[in-house]
């Protein structure tokens, strides 16, 4: 919720340099909300065709144009080249060569085969394992966290550290807290990111096999077999289920929801509905990666541009903010005497502002775009 909350006012803080930018130039210029349409491309408009007049002209044959010439006859080599044989040993010898070649080279296909499916059954069997593992409920953990915060300050003060120290050390340990709780969101986001960005890539590989005539069973295998990270392995996890008795529809729609993919949901719904009612599989395939290829860029153009005034923030609270804040309290001090306690802007200069500008950066990476 927290985390909701400030990435919604980083994205407004962001928008404002994209719609500033879309405003500069030509006038007034409207955009459509969302992604905009792509262009028509060039190879897909016709060349027109363009008539020439044909010119007839009179020739009049040359002499002895129609002729016949005269054959020269070119006389044939006699001489024979002698055939080679080879012995029986020979044959043996060069038969044996070849079966060992072709035997090695079996050999290294199946042993490339195993390797291969070894890791995935491995990676698979570890994803399984992740998943069946009991977690903690987040509650107990804030819990566990107020009260070793409690004990910590409680400890430092009776020991005469001061109360600022026990402030940052009980501060450390409720942001731990808060790191421990979210970071198992934090995993799957990143699985979905990972995902997403290798989605286009994937579904053109499944376009081009289902048009060669490969299964759609056979091509899910292949997207397994291929590094495409997350997005294999969870392939994978669906060919199993669909293995041990999972329909493919209800294996693909749980994929689905592990994944949280608008472009691999459009996917999936088409694979199911072309299941149920048939159609051109590879064709809407092909178009809906060519869609989710489009539609990431023209989200990466727009972060870029988001980028430019989450500079001028970053440079203002990591740079200038601590260099300001010293001249106001060197100044402060010259007429007041002293203001803030030494131990204290130790503190502030060795945890705050490098948190500040760790969060910073943890928000803008929040803020990637996925499809």
């Not at 819990?143 to 026990?166: D, H, K, P």
């Amino acid at each position: 919720m927290v985390f909701g909350g400030i990435k919604k006012v980083f994205n407004r803080i962001g928008d404002l340099t994209v719609n500033s930018s879309q405003k500069v130039g030509g006038g007034v210029q409207k955009v459509s909300e969302g992604v905009q349409k792509p262009v028509k491309k060039i190879r897909d408009v016709e060349r027109p065709k363009i008539s020439r007049p044909s010119i007839k002209r009179e020739t009049k044959p040359e002499e002895g144009a129609f002729e016949p010439k005269s054959v020269s006859k070119t006389k044939a080599s006699r001489k024979v080249i002698k055939k080679m044989g080879m012995e029986k040993d020979e044959i043996e010898i060069f038969r044996d060569l070849i079966d060992q070649k072709y035997e090695r080279k079996e050999k290294v296909e199946d042993d490339d085969k195993a390797q291969k499916e070894a890791v995935r059954k491995a990676s698979l069997e570890e994803l399984l394992k992740e998943e069946e593992k009991p977690g903690l409920d987040p509650k107990l953990i804030l819990i566990m966290g107020v009260i070793a915060f409690a004990v910590v300050f409680t400890i430092i003060v009776v020991l005469g550290f001061g109360v600022e120290i026990g402030l940052v050390f009980g501060i450390i340990i409720l942001l731990m807290t808060m790191f421990i709780v979210y970071m198992p969101k934090i995993k799957t986001g990143g699985r979905s990111t990972a995902a997403s960005r290798e989605l286009p890539y994937a579904l053109r590989q499944m376009a081009t096999e289902l048009r060669a005539g490969i299964g759609l069973h056979d091509s899910m295998r292949s997207i397994a077999m291929s590094g495409y990270g997350p997005l294999s392995e969870e392939f994978a996890r669906a060919l199993e289920e669909i293995k041990y008795g999972e329909t493919t529809e209800k294996a693909l729609v749980d994929m689905s929801e592990r994944i949280n993919s608008d472009g691999l949901t459009r996917a999936i719904h088409q694979i199911t509905r072309t299941l149920t009612s048939g159609g051109d599989l590879a064709k809407t395939l092909s178009v809906i990666a060519d869609d989710t290829a489009y539609e990431m860029r023209m989200k990466l153009k727009d972060y870029a541009q988001k980028l430019n005034s989450f500079t001028m923030i970053y440079m203002f609270v990591a740079i200038l903010g601590p260099v300001i804040f010293m001249i106001m309290i060197i100044a402060a001090a010259t007429v007041m005497g002293s203001v803030v306690p030494p131990i204290l802007l130790i503190i502030m200069y060795l945890f705050l502002f490098p948190a500040i500008v760790a969060f910073m950066a943890f928000m803008i990476k929040r803020l990637e775009p996925k499809v």
